[in-house]
């Protein structure tokens, strides 16, 4: 299957998620909550860092969980401060 190019803004959008979930992970290891997630590290970091800007649904839905996280507002704050930077 071949994926389609992203736009910038679906770039931009998947920098924004990384950004969150690098913020909500605050003092705590790549390690520990991934770990809590059950996804291998190296995908919390190429997440957090935009190398991975489409992450696959359960992938982000475990890491909310293991974050504490609302999985709404994320989207909100997430294509709210895309939508501003492309505005």
Known sequence: M???ILSPAERERGRRLGAA?????GERSMVEV??????????LRKIETGRIVTPAFF????????LGLDLAALVAEVAAEADAATA
């Open 2 to 4: 071949v994926r389609p």
């Open 21 to 25: 979930l690098r913020q909500a992970r």
């Open 34 to 43: 991934a770990s809590a997630a059950g996804v291998p590290v190296e995908t």
């Open 59 to 66: 992938t982000v839905a475990a890491l909310g969980a293991a």
